[in-house]
């Protein structure tokens, strides 16, 4: 990009970032206008939700921000990068993006929209594009490097259902070709691809991996999403607990993400999870144990009540025979006996635990809903732990900026 294309971008961004919603709106109604068979690729309930609107394009505009220097947003190419090779998105859409992006800009600005601006944008996506496509060939490369490893979708055979709360529950995935998967990094989801015939449609849905890396099969824990003050109920999870039965078959990606336990680990670990949000650490806390590293390990995890507490026999049982975990459960609503057994009464809160051991190298792994993630998040930092010793992952698109 030359100097003036890059004067350009900085001049006009303010203008885009102002009518953002507007922007990434008709960019996204464009899109699947000209091109419907993407509808199979993206998250129609994010749609509806607008939470997608508010990612892609804005990242666009913070790479448009930072053009003098798009090292900054490495990380968050990272990120992204995990998320699309899961969905197996090709360096070829990449083009059909820009071209709606490109006109969605155009159209937008109208008269103001001069040869030069739109050069000035093509030239600034065609870059971003190409930093975004090498760094997702490179993970596509580790993942094929990987034993057992594979690219694109494989078909999988459920081959056990176990309901682990009243509205939680696992699914074990072999793949269908009889062969080995390879080892996820405890932490990692996979995409996995079903047919949802109330919307004629392909639908993809991340799930993280709930069980310790092995070679002969993925288990993934769902649960079943009621739409809050709402009639419409989550459409793939409902879907895998009332139509995806044993000796069904689904298609996944293989396991992808940055949401991950370090391969050496040498500090404590504290895993703060809310409802769901348990699952990455299922897999996280039986590595760990199994690793046996002599540094503590904590879990902190809030749920509604004991029926919706998820895997709560199997996590007892783990801290029992293991000196060097702890945990601290939470209910909203608790009984006498949860009390008599150390349940606490309320949402998660890290200041009520007396005793806590918090070293200046402590890792701190946060998931749940979005304002538990804010909340503990917020909490961590009062409390002066370094950001950059907290992770979290958010269940959907990510739209939090807390470190
Ligand atoms: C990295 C990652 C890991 C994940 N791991 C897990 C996991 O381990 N376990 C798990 O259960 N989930 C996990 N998820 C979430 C999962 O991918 C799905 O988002 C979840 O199952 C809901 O999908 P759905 O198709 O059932 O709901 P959707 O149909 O996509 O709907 C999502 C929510 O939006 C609401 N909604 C739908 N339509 C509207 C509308 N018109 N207006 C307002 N609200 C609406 C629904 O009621 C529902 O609550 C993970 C997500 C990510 C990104
Ligand atoms: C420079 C171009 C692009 C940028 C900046 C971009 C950015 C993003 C971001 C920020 C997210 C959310 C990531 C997260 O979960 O936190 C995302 C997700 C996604 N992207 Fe891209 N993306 C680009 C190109 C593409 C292309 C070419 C495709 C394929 C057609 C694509 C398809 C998707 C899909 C399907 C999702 C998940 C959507 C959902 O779950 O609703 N993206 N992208």
């Not at 899109?31 to 993407?38: A, D, K, Y």
């Not at 500090?267 to 590595?287: A, E, L, R, W, Y």
Request: glycine share 6%; with cysteine.
């Amino acid at each position: 990009m030359t100097p003036e294309q890059k004067q350009i971008i900085l001049a006009t961004v303010p203008i885009l970032k102002e009518s953002g919603v507007a922007l990434t709106t008709h960019f996204y109604k464009r899109m699947f206008e000209h091109n419907p068979e993407l509808k199979n690729i993206f998250n129609m309930g994010n749609q509806k939700q607008g939470k997608q609107q508010n990612a892609l394009a804005f990242a666009v505009l913070a790479y448009a921000e930072n053009i003098a220097d798009p090292t900054v947003l490495l990380p968050v190419v990272d990120r992204i990068g995990h998320k699309h090779t899961s969905l197996d998105i090709k360096p070829g859409q990449y083009q059909i993006v820009g071209e709606h992006l490109i006109a969605s800009i155009s159209e937008l600005l109208g008269d103001k929209a001069t040869p030069a601006i739109i050069d000035a944008w093509t030239a600034a996506y065609n870059q971003l594009a190409a930093l975004m496509a090498g760094h997702e060939a490179t993970i596509y490369q580790q993942q094929l490097n990987q034993a057992n490893g594979w690219n694109g979708w494989r078909k999988f055979t459920i081959r056990k259902k176990v309901a682990e709360s009243a509205e939680i529950s696992s699914f074990y995935f072999y793949p269908s070709d009889n062969g080995k998967v390879s080892l996820h990094k405890p932490g990692q989801f996979i995409s996995l691809k079903t047919f949802l015939p109330s919307l004629n449609l392909d639908q993809i849905r991340q799930y993280s991996i709930s069980c310790a890396p092995n070679e002969e099969y993925y288990r993934i824990s769902v649960k079943r999403e009621t739409g809050a003050g709402i009639d419409t109920n989550g459409m793939i999870s409902n879907r895998l607990h009332d139509h995806i039965e044993i000796g069904s078959e689904v298609e996944l990606t293989a396991p992808a993400g940055n949401f991950v336990v370090p391969d050496e680990i040498d500090s404590p670990i504290m895993f703060i999870s809310g409802g769901v949000g348990q699952t990455p650490f299922i897999s996280m806390i039986q590595h760990v144990a199994k690793k046996q590293t002599g540094h503590p390990v904590t879990w902190l995890h809030g749920c509604r009540n004991r029926s919706v507490h998820a895997f709560k026999d199997s996590i007892d049982l783990l801290v029992n025979n293991h000196e060097t975990i702890e945990q601290h459960i939470f209910y909203d609503h608790t009984t006498t006996e949860d009390a008599n057994a150390g349940v606490r009464t309320g949402f998660l809160d890290i200041h009520s635990i007396a005793n806590l051991e918090h070293t200046g190298n402590t890792l701190y792994y946060v998931c749940g809903p979005s304002p538990f993630i804010v909340k503990q998040v917020a909490d961590l930092k009062q409390m002066g732990v370094d950001t950059k010793r907290i992770l979290f992952e958010e269940f959907g698109p990510q739209t939090l900026q807390l470190n």
